[in-house]
C-alpha cells in the first residue's frame, strides 16, 4: 500500500504542474515586458521623427533661399529713381526684373515704364536697364507720351536717363495736337522738348491754337509735309 502511494502518477505530476505554472507566468512577465519596451521605442523613435520634420520646416521658413553667383536673381515689382543732368527726377518701374549673368549693374525688365517730373512717359512690353551705363533699351512696341497729349509709337528706343535723351533706330509714327509724322529714325532731345527726325519723314501739321504748346520738329531726309491753314 505504501509502495503504491508513493509511485501513484498523479503525486509525481503535481509538481511538476506547479514549475509549468511558474515558468508560465515568468513567459507572460517577459513577453509583457517586451511588448511595453518595444511600444516605448516606437513612440521615442516617432518623436525624434516628427521633432525633425517640425524643425526643418521652420528652419525652412525663417532662412532665406541661398542663391550662387551662377543664378539669376529676379525682383518683382522694381523700382529706380534718379535725376538727369538737369536735376529734374525720374523713375523706372516694371512689373519684373531679372539681373543678367556677370553684370552686376544690368538687369533685363518686364513691362518697363519711364516716368520723368514733367510726366512724361516711355513704356514697352520688355527692356533692359544698365544702370551704370544710364541705359534704359526698350524693345517690341515703344510708346513715348508727354503731359502736352503727344504720342510716338516705335519698335525700339535707347534712352539716356541721365541725359533726357531717346534714340531710335527703328521707324517712328506720331500725332499730337500740332500735327501727325512718321520717319525712318528718331532722336528725342532737351527732355522731350526737340524731335528730330530722319528718313524718309512725312509730316501733316494742324492749324496751331493758343492752347498748343510748342513742340520743335527737325527732319531730315527725303520727305514730304502737308499743312492746312
Known amino acids: 500500500m505504501d509502495a503504491a502511494t508513493h509511485h501513484d502518477p498523479a503525486s509525481l505530476w503535481a509538481p511538476r504542474r506547479q514549475l509549468t505554472l511558474a515558468q508560465a507566468r515568468k513567459r507572460s512577465e517577459r513577453v ?70 556677370g553684370m552686376d549693374q544690368a538687369v533685363d525688365l518686364v513691362g518697363p515704364v519711364l516716368t520723368d517730373e514733367a510726366g512724361s512717359q516711355v513704356r514697352a512690353p520688355s527692356g533692359m536697364y544698365d544702370r551704370a551705363a544710364g541705359i534704359l533699351e526698350l524693345y517690341d512696341d515703344v510708346s513715348i507720351t508727354d503731359a502736352s497729349g503727344y504720342t510716338f509709337m516705335s519698335l525700339g528706343a535707347r534712352v539716356f536717363v541721365g541725359e533726357g535723351r531717346i534714340e531710335g533706330l527703328s521707324p517712328l509714327q506720331g500725332k499730337g495736337p500740332l500735327g501727325d509724322i512718321r520717319c525712318d529714325s528718331y532722336e528725342v532731345l532737351d527732355d522731350g522738348n526737340r524731335i528730330v527726325c530722319a528718313g524718309n519723314v512725312r509730316t501733316v501739321i494742324y492749324p496751331a491754337t493758343e492752347e498748343d504748346t510748342p513742340v520743335q520738329l527737325e527732319t531730315t531726309g527725303e520727305g514730304d509735309t502737308d499743312g492746312s491753314n
Open 32 to 101: 509583457r515586458m517586451l511588448r511595453m519596451l518595444f511600444v516605448a521605442c516606437a513612440a521615442v523613435s516617432i518623436g525624434f521623427f516628427a521633432g525633425h520634420v517640425i524643425k526643418s520646416a521652420l528652419t525652412a521658413e525663417s532662412k532665406p533661399v541661398s542663391v550662387t553667383k551662377d543664378e539669376s536673381v529676379t525682383m518683382v515689382n522694381p523700382r529706380f529713381t534718379g535725376r538727369d543732368s538737369t536735376g529734374q527726377s525720374f523713375q523706372i518701374t516694371a512689373d519684373a526684373a531679372r539681373r543678367r549673368r
